[in-house]
Each structure stands twice: as C-alpha cells, then as structure tokens.
C-alpha cells in the first residue's frame, strides 16, 4: 500500500470507529477509538484461532506491520500534535508555573526513570542499562492523551498549566534522556549518539538547547512575516509550515525537535496571536489546528489499538507488563512528589497536585513509538510487551478516572 492509501485507510477507520462509540460505547472520543480498535484487534486474533485457515490475522498483522508506527508519529504526526497543543498553552499563565513544570520535565523525568529501570532490572532480570532505556521511554506522559483528558475535566486555571506545561516539555526532555540512553546501552547504534558519558552529556545539551533555540528563532521569524499579512488563510498556512518544516530542520540538525515544536507553538500561541494576528485570523487558527489536533488523535489512537498485533503474548511478558504498571505509578509518583516537597517552603500547593498529577500522568504512542525503534535484541519483545501494557492500562483506566479525581480533588481555592 503506498502512503495515500495508508492514509486513507486509517482516516476512514477512524471515522467509522468514531461513530461506533459515538452511538454506542459514549466514552471520550479518542479513548473510544481506542477501545474499538482493540476489541476490532482481538476479534481477529480470536478468529484466527477458531478458523486458522482464513489467515486473517497474518494479512493484518502484515497491513499494521507495514506502518512503521515509530517514523509515522516520531517523524510525522508529533510534531503537529505537540505544536497544537502548545498553542493553548499561555506563556503568561506557564511563567507563574515553571518551577515546578521545570523541575518535574527535568529531575521528575531523570527520578522516574531510575525509579521504573532500576525495578524491572530486579524484576525481569534485565541488564541494568537496558532496563534503564525501559524506564526513558515509560517515564514522558504523552502530551496527546493529557491535554484530550484536561478538556473533560474542568481543571482550574493553575492546576490545568502544571499538566499542560510539563507534559509538554517532559515528552521532549525525555526523548533527550532516550536518545543518551539509548548511545550507552547500544553503542554499536546510530553513530551519532556516542558512547561515552561526555558524548552522552554534549549530545543532551546539543538536543534539548539546540532543539528550544531553534523553536524560538523559527517561531520569532513567523511571527515577524505575520505581522506584515493581514490575510488568514496564508497565516493558517505560515504555522502549518512552522510545524512542518521547523520539526523536519530539527531532525536534520540532530537537535530535539519536540522541544522545537513546543517552544515554537508557545511563541505563536502567546505572542504570534496577541501581536501578529487579527481577531479574524486568531479564530481561524484556533479552529484550525484544534481540527488538526482532534484528527490526528484520532488516527493516533487507532494506531494504538491496531499495534496489540505487534506484541508478543506470552504469559511471562504479559505478567511482566501487568507488575511494570505499579513500577511506572511509583516511577511518576516520585517524579511528582519529590519537585513539589522541593519547592514547598518556597510556596503552597493544594492537596489535590500530588495525586492528580499522578494519576493524570498518562502515558501513551510516543512510548509505544520508542519502544518500537529499540534496535533490535533479545530484550525488545519483552520491552514493547511491557510498554504495551502499560500504556493501554494508563490511557483506558486512567484517562477514564482521572476528571471524576480531578474534579473531586481540584476544586479547591486556587493557591500560588
């Protein structure tokens, strides 16, 4: 199938799962994708089994392997979601809120990776290192399924930044930590991540500050063009090209380009539309990139359930996967916890940050997507297996309970 067909493929699937759990299932849009899909997923393994001589799920194991999910969303889809979720993102409300959306996309990433490497090391038996690139790639929550769940839940203003914010910049920091994870435990790799600790330390600095400064220098540029236009749909189509061609730069320049999507979509988002845009043109952007952003979660999620045909199921993984969710929970705990006992005698919090942000962590493709462009090794079915798990119990589960949490615990006076 070439890429045009691919496309359509999912888009029409995605409609038509769509309006399956609109009519019947009623659970939040993307989550009930996901649901169809997977129950879609194993009604075909299911018929297999009874009916092995129909090969219907070898022709689709063969259609959803030959989506190569990882270079779809890591070199595709997340630069436009990450850009459109930033957008509605104020740098006003984020700058009351970046000691602790710093310290939790940067100690809380680091904690919860050790947290979750260092307890399936014990727990599989699984080299530390390796085990440690699991921990990379479990710990960024996916900024996708947060921001879709924060619309649900009616957050007040501050506590609905702290997610928003971090998940944001967590999914980038840790895709830094992945790569450098990655370059140790594998360093017959890709040449370009390096081995050493110095190699590991230069190419963090290279990714996550080249990936910010080139968001910000790409996204002043659009706003400065932006300014001199008073047209529109031209302006719709100069921040499609700032998401586009500023994330494939990124890639090209070796620099992190999640962290050049999101700090590109934080400048047009705040500044671009308050300096550059008219009222026409802001209502317009708006509308066109939630549109965006509403469809590529759905094809995203799709993915998500069509990828169960790429896990290994057997008994030993799957246990595994199930006792690795506790690990991710205590993995995001800590990372939680520990910024906001930091920054305690410096200002208040609520009752409800710690347990909501824990719970409202979830993970989601981009894991999925890590997992898979693991090289390959005896260690990578066991990984994908886990991730899997993971994954579709935080988006399910989670996603599902964290607004009713949310609102029971969130309501309360705002604190500074």
Known sequence: MNIL???????VLAGAFGAINYLFLKLPSAIGILVVALLASFGVLLTDLIWPQLIIAETARDMVTGIDFSDALLEGMLGLLLFAG???????????????????????????????????????????MIALVFGSLISPTDPVAVLGVLREANLRKSLETKIAGESL????????????????????????HGSGLQDAAKLFLQEALGGAVLGIVLGWLTFRVMRQIDDYSLEVLLTLGLAFGGYELAVYLHVSAPIMAVCAGLLIGDVGTKHGMSEETRKYVDAFWKLIDEILNAVLFLLIGFEVFAVAFEVDFLLS??????????????AVAIPVFLLKPFRSFSPGVIPIMTWGGLKGGISVALAL?????????????????????SIIIQGLTVAKLA????REPDLV
Do not use: C
């Open 169 to 192: 910049f967590n999914d980038g920091v840790g895709y830094v930590v992945f790569l450098v994870l990655v370059g140790l435990a594998f360093p017959s790799g890709d040449a370009h």
């Open 407 to 410: 609102n029971r615990l969130g």
């Open 373 to 393: 462009s693991l090289p390959d090794n005896e260690w990578k079915p066991l990984i994908l297996t886990s991730t899997y798990v993971i994954v579709i119990f």
């Open 86 to 128: 930033a957008l509605h993102v104020k740098i006003s409300d984020l700058r009351a809120q970046w000691r602790l959306v710093f310290l939790m996309a940067t100690i809380g990433v680091g904690l919860s990776t050790v947290v979750v490497g260092v307890g399936f090391s014990w727990l599989t038996g699984m080299p530390l």
């Open 5 to 11: 067909q691919i496309t359509s493929f999912l888009i």
């Open 321 to 334: 996967g199930v006792l690795a969710i506790g690990l991710a929970l205590l993995g995001r705990l800590a």
